[in-house]
């Protein structure tokens, strides 16, 4: 979007749900800190599935994702 923001919450039927959040130019890690600091799978949490939080770094210079991190809550 206009701001370069973008995170996700993604319901799996495969007993998991994926939480990505997306940074332009700023490290992945950054994103994940935010996924955690803000909550955004506590609702998930209570239906017992495990949680899979991803952070995103998107380079604008390669125009790709150029970092990821992952972090596993079950």
Known sequence: NSKKRASAEIPLQYNTCETLELKYDKPA???????????????????????????LSFSSETRNISEWVSQNHS
């Open 29 to 55: 890690s950054e994103a994940l800190a935010q996924i955690n600091d803000r909550g955004y799978a506590e609702p998930y949490l209570k239906d017992g599935r495990p949680i899979v939080k991803v952070g």
